[in-house]
């Protein structure tokens, strides 16, 4: 439970001082600049995870059990999670916020919990009781209410944009499905999985999305400037989240672990206050409230709790 909450706090604020990097003047300075910012920056981000977790597994000496535990068939499911999680999920979500705006794409995207926990009650056979699936939804309805901003953007593809958020939806629900699978094998542990993983999103981005959207010469041009040493800081603090979330899945399952993760965007604002002295306003405050609760309320087994608890005072 702390692990699971521990990755939502850490996710805050990794969003926070991306945010930073994004408002920079390299991802700014020009239209095509900022079209190809979300995909620059994912890139970036998770290349420079990937390489925090080398150095986190070099000091480990863990290279030789990562290589092993690629060319296992738990491995490849892993790649698999990686790569919808990653390229597929988060190119849905850039697709649908130019087609149909970040309100709606936010309403859809949000839904991703639930999704997952209905597939990890399919495949894995977790179950979840009846208050925690409440907790859960009033948990999404808080972060759609928190991000929901309608503004008067016109909408450019109604049904491309729909699709693409349900692409990002249903990617990022299988990658913590598909990856909570892959974790069941005893010769794999979280944090080789989670090497695996970054390094499998990075090199996908680099090798297919980069080349297609012509990125490179922007990505190489932004490499030396303040804007790469930010994301490189905000991909510390994401690689941490990470190792939480992941751990998190391999303990407590990958209902309970979502349900945790989207803490996130409650404790941004915290940061956003902090970092950035943006003082929050009061459906910011009355939201981050109810995702923070209702989200423990959905990861935490009530029964197993009260049952401990006697135990340990008998």
């Given at each position: 439970m702390g692990t699971g909450l521990t990755a939502g706090i850490?996710?805050?604020?990794?969003?926070?001082?991306l945010g930073i990097a994004l408002a920079m003047s390299p991802f700014a300075s020009t239209a095509q600049a900022i079209l190809l910012a979300p995909f620059v920056s994912?890139?970036?981000h998770d290349a420079c995870s990937s390489i925090w977790m080398l150095i986190y597994m070099g000091a480990k000496r863990q290279y030789k059990n990562v290589i092993r535990a690629l060319k296992s068939r738990s491995g490849r499911f892993i790649v698999l999670g990686a790569l919808l999680g990653g390229p597929v999920g988060m190119s849905g979500y850039v697709a649908a916020i130019n087609y149909i705006g970040p309100g709606y794409t936010a309403i859809i995207s949000a839904m991703f919990p639930a999704l997952g926990a209905f597939l990890s009650y399919v495949f894995l056979k977790e179950k979840m009781k009846p208050v925690q699936i409440v907790s859960l939804m009033i948990s999404i309805l808080g972060v759609i209410a928190l991000g929901y901003a309608p503004g008067n953007s016109e909408i450019k593809n109604l049904p491309l944009g729909f699709a693409?958020?349900?692409?990002?939806c249903v990617g990022w629900a299988l990658e913590a499905v598909i990856c909570a699978y892959g974790l069941k094998d005893p010769d794999i542990t979280d944090e080789q999985a989670l090497q695996i993983r970054q390094l499998t999103s990075a090199v996908f981005y680099g090798i297919v999305i980069l080349p297609v959207i012509k990125g490179w010469g922007f990505t190489l041009d932004l490499i030396p400037t303040s804007a790469a040493g930010v994301i490189l800081l905000s991909a510390l603090f994401g690689?941490?989240?990470?190792?939480?979330y992941y751990k998190a899945i391999a303990t407590i399952g990958a209902s309970k672990a979502m349900a945790l993760n989207i803490t996130y965007s409650a404790w941004a604002i915290i940061f956003s206050l902090i970092l950035l002295h943006t003082v929050p306003d009061l459906k910011s405050i009355v939201c981050g409230v109810i995702i923070v609760i209702s989200s423990v309320v959905a990861a935490t087994d009530i029964?197993?709790?009260v049952a401990k608890k006697q135990k340990t005072l008998n």
């Open positions: 850490l996710w805050g604020l990794d969003t926070v001082i994912t890139f970036l693409c958020a349900v692409i990002c690689t941490a989240s990470y190792v939480c029964d197993g709790f």
